[in-house]
Nanobody, 120 residues
């Protein structure tokens, strides 16, 4: 079992920057994949960025060149640095973790979400 707690959301003007954090209840070196999803108002949840335990990273096309996912293993924490923010980035941002068993079973965990609002 993994508990995930997000923080750092808030209000920012277009073109501004914000960093959100996700603290995990266990060592993140033992978690296969972690990352961020977001859910804009009235829309479905969508992928933002993923990071494997080996350090490989993937980003949605809409955030490439603007967002960066990173981790601090000593703090059991991952981060999402968001630059050049646009009104379309307004959403609830969710932390995500995934592990797999030797049988191929997947275990998925979600944080409670943190609100990011880009004003116009």
């Amino acid at each position: 079992q993994v508990q995930l707690v997000e923080s750092g959301g808030g209000l920012v003007q277009p073109g501004g920057s914000l960093r959100v954090s996700c603290a995990a209840s266990r060592s993140i070196s033992s978690i296969n994949t972690m990352g961020w999803y977001r859910q804009p108002p009235g829309k479905e949840r969508e992928l933002v960025a993923l990071m494997s335990s080996g350090g490989a990273r993937d980003y949605a096309d809409s955030v490439k060149g603007r967002f960066t996912i990173s981790r601090d293993i000593t703090k059991n924490t991952i981060y999402l640095q968001m630059n050049s923010l646009r009104p379309e980035d307004t959403a609830v941002y969710y932390c995500y973790a995934r592990n797999s068993s030797p049988y191929g079973q997947r275990y998925e965990y979600w944080g409670q979400g943190t609100q990011v609002t880009v004003s116009s």
